[in-house]
């Protein structure tokens, strides 16, 4: 057992959290990289990521509300930091409380930025220009009227454009069509923008997809995020020529283990039905902590090195386990939902193709209730 609060808990490896950050680093040939630490660092803590992130020297650090970009700040983190995703113009003030690179997508934002700046702190706003080359998601569509905007913006007292990115739909597919053709929408707008005299900074596009797969997209940086975190964006990338080491674990103590006879229904719905007189072991985690319901009955865990099934649905907080086959389980046994027993793993792209999903969901999910312990030695 343990001495947390609870017998449920994330592990979380910082060493290969810097592993990986290596990795990246050595792969897009030591250019500058802003990590992606937005949703609690993918479920893995925020602060504590971007601590070992700031040391092992990330050029900035993304985030997607104010809210992420205060706990840093409030936690130490003197890097820089940009925040993905729009700020609302009345949230303008703590782009300056907060030291923030915000992101814009219109002349509206931008005078509100220069208002609040200039008016009340006496600061600058240094932005990033968002630029929707086939996302649709956020920023300029590349045409003449975002041409005209952007120099506008240029000009405004109080605005210094320190970059220009974009955000590919497509880099992780094995298909890189419509990302060739999002980079050269990119590429030209940069160059419509440069004969325009407007100083544009830095151009950023590659996420983790393209800064595995399309090398012509590292430009002047790049930002990944499922990368730092051990895992591929998805299956279909090419280029494997990179050692990544996942830094999450989830592993919980058995609270409870029973002998049951045949015909014994199991959980909500009594959708498992013992065939035999089985061992019955629950589990003090649910869908609640992220542990999907999708993996009822179909997902395993291990248990003294063994792979055992789940038995019915999952519940909000705890679930049940077939260890029948494993001899001398008792209560207070670790069972690793996820990460490695001796030779048997359990990852993240397993739990996804599960349940219907992608690596990303199922590592944010477990940030929810789960007690983090950090492995940094």
Same mark, same amino acid.
């Given at each position: 057992?343990?001495?947390?609060?609870?017998?449920?808990?994330?592990?979380?490896?910082?060493?290969?959290?810097?592993?990986?950050?290596?990795?990246?680093?050595?792969?897009?040939?030591?250019?500058?990289?802003?990590?992606?630490?937005?949703?609690?660092?993918?479920?893995?803590?925020?602060?504590?990521?971007?601590?070992?992130?700031?040391?092992?020297?990330?050029a900035?650090?993304g985030?997607?509300?104010?809210?992420?970009?205060?706990?840093?700040?409030?936690?130490?983190?003197?890097?820089?930091?940009?925040?993905?995703?729009?700020?609302?113009d009345?949230?303008?003030?703590?782009?300056?409380?907060?030291d923030?690179?915000p992101?814009?997508?219109?002349?509206k934002?931008a005078?509100?930025?220069?208002?609040?700046g200039?008016?009340?702190?006496?600061?600058?706003?240094?932005?990033?220009?968002?630029?929707?080359?086939?996302?649709?998601?956020?920023?300029?569509?590349?045409?003449?009227?975002?041409?005209?905007?952007?120099?506008?913006?240029?000009?405004?007292?109080?605005?210094?454009?320190?970059?220009?990115?974009?955000?590919? !739909?497509?880099?992780?597919?094995?298909?890189?069509? $419509? #990302?060739?053709?999002? %980079?050269?929408? /990119?590429?030209?707008? *940069?160059?419509?923008?440069?004969?325009?005299?407007?100083?544009?900074?830095?151009?950023?596009?590659?996420n983790?997809g393209?800064?595995?797969?399309?090398?012509?997209?590292?430009?002047?940086?790049?930002?990944?995020?499922?990368?730092?975190?051990?895992?591929?964006?998805?299956?279909?990338?090419?280029?494997?020529?990179?050692?990544?080491?996942?830094?999450?674990?989830?592993?919980?103590?058995?609270?409870?283990?029973?002998?049951?006879?045949?015909?014994?229904?199991?959980?909500y719905?009594?959708?498992?039905v013992?065939?035999?007189? !089985?061992?019955?072991?629950?589990?003090?985690?649910? $869908? #609640?902590?992220?542990? %999907?319901?999708? /993996?009822?009955?179909? *997902?395993?865990?291990?248990?003294?090195?063994?792979?055992?099934?789940?038995?019915?649905?999952?519940?909000?907080d705890?679930?049940?386990?077939?260890?029948?086959?494993?001899?001398?389980?008792k209560?207070?046994?670790?069972?690793?939902?996820?990460?490695?027993?001796?030779?048997?793993?359990?990852?993240?792209?397993?739990?996804?193709?599960?349940?219907?999903?992608?690596?990303?969901?199922?590592?944010?999910?477990f940030?929810?209730?789960?007690?983090k312990?950090?492995?940094?030695?």
């Open positions: 057992m343990n001495d947390l609060l609870r017998p449920a808990r994330m592990e979380l490896n910082l060493l290969n959290l810097a592993h990986n950050f290596r990795e990246v680093k050595k792969l897009v040939r030591q250019r500058p990289v802003i990590c992606s630490v937005k949703a609690d660092a993918y479920g893995h803590g925020a602060l504590s990521v971007s601590r070992v992130l700031e040391r092992e020297g990330a900035a650090l985030v997607a509300t104010v809210k992420e970009a205060a706990v840093l700040r409030e936690g130490g983190i003197t890097a820089p930091i940009v925040c993905f995703s729009l700020i609302p009345n949230l303008a003030a703590y782009v300056f409380e907060y923030i690179v992101v814009i997508s219109g002349i934002s005078k509100a930025l220069a208002a609040t200039m008016g009340k702190y006496g600061k600058e706003a240094k932005v990033m220009v968002a630029v929707d080359t086939g996302m649709g998601r956020v920023g300029f569509l590349p045409d003449e009227k975002a041409l005209e905007d952007i120099r506008q913006i240029s000009k405004i007292e109080g605005i210094t454009i320190t970059g220009i990115f974009s955000h590919f !739909a497509t880099s992780d597919d094995r298909d890189k069509t $419509y #990302a060739y053709e999002q %980079l050269k929408i /990119f590429n030209d707008f *940069a160059g419509k923008m440069k004969l325009s005299g407007i100083d544009y900074g830095s151009k950023i596009i590659a983790s393209a800064c595995v797969d399309l090398p012509e997209a590292w430009i002047d940086g790049v930002r990944p995020g499922i990368l730092l975190y051990g895992y591929m964006p998805s299956d279909e990338v090419i280029n494997r020529n990179i050692d990544l080491r996942p830094v999450m674990s989830v592993k919980a103590d058995i609270v409870h283990i029973k002998k049951v006879p045949e015909g014994t229904r199991i959980s719905g009594g959708t498992y013992t065939e035999k007189e !089985a061992v019955i072991a629950t589990i003090p985690v649910g $869908y #609640a902590d992220g542990y %999907l319901r999708a /993996f009822s009955n179909r *997902a395993e865990v291990i248990v003294g090195g063994e792979r055992a099934k789940i038995a019915g649905r999952i519940c909000m705890q679930f049940m386990v077939d260890v029948t086959h494993i001899p001398d389980v209560e207070g046994d670790t069972v690793t939902l996820l990460g490695q027993d001796g030779e048997k793993k359990i990852d993240a792209d397993e739990l996804a193709h599960i349940a219907d999903t992608i690596n990303y969901e199922i590592i944010c999910g940030g929810n209730r789960l007690e312990i950090y492995i940094e030695e």
